[in-house]
T-cell receptor
Framework: QKEVEQDPGPLSVPEGAIVSLNCTYS??????FMWYRQYSRKGPELLMY????GNKEDGRFTAQVDKSSKYISLFIRDSQPSDSATYLC???????????FGKGTSLLVTP | EAGVTQFPSHSVIEKGQTVTLRCDPI?????LYWYRRVMGKEIKFLLH????????ESGMPNNRFLAERTGGTYSTLKVQPAELEDSGVYFC????????????FGPGTRLTVL
């Protein structure tokens, strides 16, 4: 069983839709949870970071962590064509440790 | 402030040859990480430097891979001899000691072994 599972998609939504991206994980030691956004031929860019369980909101983005279910989510409100990218979840057991990534979900927001 | 830079952006080599990838972290970042993404797979951790010391090299696939960070600034990752399965995108990331949970990634080096 992979430590981090993420549906690769692709996911196609119309502009303005609410997008829900998810990851599940198996390692209960994970405490730090991140979402990265990656545009084609670029490196991953940190989007959201959450420590332990709870919600975090930043503009149109909301990250949720449910450690009891080993499930994390990223919601994008009022999606824009510029949000079209691959979204990667990543997590680690301690700050500064190696990140464990999901495969990434490819998102396309159509005008 | 310049971001993490990697060189070359793309390398095509024959099986059995040697390739050296370079990463320049953000200035002042003591933590430096190497990751690799093989086609169809997730990004996987290779190793972690704190300054010039190897903190964690548990992800290095075998002894054909050698990473160095002399002087605690830039890092090199040498693959010798390269095999077909080494093809992929090699990412470098860096972070500060104070904000270790924020890793900044470079654009990656796309390695193709023929």
């Amino acid at each position: 069983q992979k430590e981090v599972e993420q549906d690769p998609g692709p996911l196609s939504v119309p502009e303005g839709a609410i997008v829900s991206l998810n990851c599940t994980y198996s390692n209960s030691a994970f405490q730090y949870f991140m979402w990265y956004r990656q545009y084609s031929r670029k490196g991953p860019e940190l989007l959201m970071y959450t420590y332990s369980s709870g919600n975090k909101e930043d503009g149109r983005f909301t990250a949720q962590v449910d450690k009891s279910s080993k499930y994390i989510s990223l919601f994008i409100r009022d999606s824009q064509p510029s949000d079209s990218a691959t979204y990667l979840c990543a997590m680690s057991a301690a700050s500064g440790y190696a990140l464990n990534f999901g495969k990434g979900t490819s998102l396309l927001v159509t005008p | 402030e310049a971001g993490v830079t990697q060189f070359p952006s793309h390398s095509v080599i024959e099986k059995g040859q040697t390739v050296t990838l370079r990463c320049d972290p953000i200035s002042g970042h003591d933590n430096l990480y190497w990751y690799r993404r093989v086609m169809g797979k997730e990004i996987k951790f290779l190793l972690h430097f704190v300054k010039e010391s190897k903190q964690d090299e548990s992800g290095m696939p075998n002894n054909r891979f050698l990473a160095e960070r002399t002087g605690g600034t830039y890092s090199t990752l040498k693959v010798q001899p390269a095999e077909l399965e080494d093809s992929g995108v090699y990412f470098c990331a860096s972070s500060t000691v104070d904000s270790t949970d924020t890793q900044y990634f470079g654009p990656g080096t796309r390695l193709t072994v023929l």
